[in-house]
């Protein structure tokens, strides 16, 4: 973008006058979300809802991915036309694509957590303990794969640890059955599949506190440290690493559509949320417009530009 953030967000008398988007807008949204049991699909399911909800005319279809990295494929191949992605494997790829080839953002949503999870019982108590055991790390193409791969870096356990490539409800299953010895995750707090197993075998997750900053080093990336909220398998006065979600779309995507999202992201934020998941949220226009170095599509600006005027 060659405008900043609070020069656009200036409401120009043109954009004023536009008013509202009619609700009859019309056309087809294909979202790629993320793993089942996850967030990412949660919140593509509702976030679709309502869309329907607010615009009749618009048909959308929420598609279950591998996360991150898939769906910024899917982006670009066309497949998708709005996505979920972490800001930190968004911003990686722009440092290693043409800018061209990094999709433009719709909005800032929701904070993702990084989560190493153990069963309580389990001697692990910090990172350096997993040397040696099985852990699941996601499936090629997901965000969490991506982070932990940065975490391991970090404290020196690439080659130390036995990475099994598992969707969620599979890690989930394995650990239910001790096949691995912890499952990494990256995603709302607390995460529905994860909270379901707590019911039968106690679960905890590490606090990561000593990483954060060698992993911000390690990816030019500003990761936060964040106290992750607690209840089901968080115990309290636990810190872990943080990375924003972004809600992205293909760049030749109507200004109509791009808009539209914007609106019920803006205006039904409070539904937009699974009612059990905690942690900080985005979902205001000052704070939906923060997509880093990842420009926004110009019918999102001109939809916050309505919005904030």
Same mark, same amino acid.
């Given at each position: 973008?060659?405008?900043?953030?609070?020069?656009?967000?200036?409401?120009?008398?043109?954009?004023?006058?536009?008013?509202?988007?009619?609700?009859? =807008?019309?056309?087809? &949204?294909?979202?790629?979300?993320?793993?089942?049991?996850?967030?990412?699909?949660?919140?593509?399911? &509702?976030?679709?809802?309502?869309?329907?909800?607010?615009?009749?005319?618009?048909?959308?279809?929420?598609?279950? =991915?591998?996360?991150?990295?898939?769906?910024?494929?899917?982006?670009?191949?066309?497949?998708? #036309?709005?996505?979920?992605?972490?800001?930190?494997?968004?911003?990686?790829?722009?440092?290693?694509?043409?800018?061209?080839?990094?999709?433009?953002?719709?909005?800032?949503?929701?904070?993702?957590?990084?989560?190493?999870?153990?069963?309580?019982?389990?001697?692990?108590?910090?990172?350096?303990?997993?040397?040696?055991?099985?852990?699941?790390?996601?499936?090629?193409?997901?965000?969490?794969?991506?982070?932990?791969?940065?975490?391991?870096?970090?404290?020196?356990?690439?080659?130390?640890?036995?990475?099994?490539?598992?969707?969620?409800?599979?890690?989930?299953?394995?650990?239910?059955?001790?096949?691995?010895?912890?499952?990494?995750?990256?995603?709302?707090?607390?995460?529905?599949? &994860?909270?379901?197993?707590?019911?039968?075998?106690?679960?905890?997750?590490? #606090?990561? =506190?000593?990483?954060?900053?060698?992993?911000?080093?390690?990816?030019?990336?500003?990761?936060?440290?964040?106290?992750?909220?607690?209840?089901?398998?968080?115990?309290?006065?636990?810190?872990?690493?943080?990375?924003?979600?972004?809600?992205?779309?293909?760049?030749?995507?109507?200004?109509?559509?791009?808009?539209?999202?914007?609106?019920?992201?803006?205006?039904?934020?409070?539904?937009?949320?699974?009612?059990?998941?905690?942690?900080?949220?985005?979902?205001?226009?000052?704070?939906?417009?923060?997509?880093?170095?990842?420009?926004?599509?110009?019918?999102?600006?001109?939809?916050?530009?309505?919005?904030?005027?």
């Amino acid at each position: 973008m060659t405008l900043t953030r609070r020069a656009f967000l200036a409401s120009s008398a043109a954009a004023v006058a536009a008013g509202c988007l009619p609700n009859n =807008t019309q056309g087809t &949204i294909r979202l790629a979300a993320g793993d089942r049991g996850g967030l990412y699909l949660a919140v593509g399911e &509702i976030f679709a809802q309502r869309l329907r909800v607010r615009y009749p005319g618009i048909t959308v279809t929420v598609m279950p =991915t591998a996360g991150s990295v898939d769906n910024l494929e899917l982006l670009r191949s066309g497949q998708a #036309d709005m996505a979920l992605a972490q800001a930190d494997v968004v911003e990686q790829q722009l440092r290693t694509r043409p800018p061209t080839d990094v999709p433009p953002a719709v909005a800032r949503v929701y904070e993702n957590y990084l989560q190493l999870v153990v069963p309580d019982h389990s001697a692990i108590r910090q990172v350096n303990d997993l040397a040696g055991l099985t852990v699941s790390t996601g499936p090629s193409g997901s965000g969490v794969a991506a982070i932990t791969t940065v975490l391991f870096r970090a404290a020196n356990l690439t080659d130390r640890v036995r990475r099994a490539d598992l969707r969620l409800n599979e890690a989930v299953a394995a650990l239910g059955n001790r096949t691995i010895d912890a499952l990494v995750w990256s995603g709302g707090i607390p995460t529905p599949a &994860i909270a379901e197993l707590d019911k039968t075998l106690p679960l905890r997750i590490l #606090d990561l =506190t000593p990483w954060v900053a060698p992993m911000t080093e390690l990816a030019s990336y500003p990761y936060l440290l964040l106290r992750a909220p607690i209840g089901a398998y968080v115990p309290s006065s636990v810190y872990t690493i943080g990375s924003p979600d972004l809600l992205l779309c293909r760049p030749g995507l109507p200004n109509a559509l791009a808009a539209a999202a914007v609106d019920v992201l803006a205006n039904d934020a409070t539904q937009l949320m699974p009612p059990e998941v905690r942690g900080l949220q985005y979902l205001q226009p000052p704070s939906m417009i923060q997509t880093g170095r990842i420009p926004l599509h110009p019918g999102a600006i001109e939809e916050y530009r309505i919005l904030h005027g």
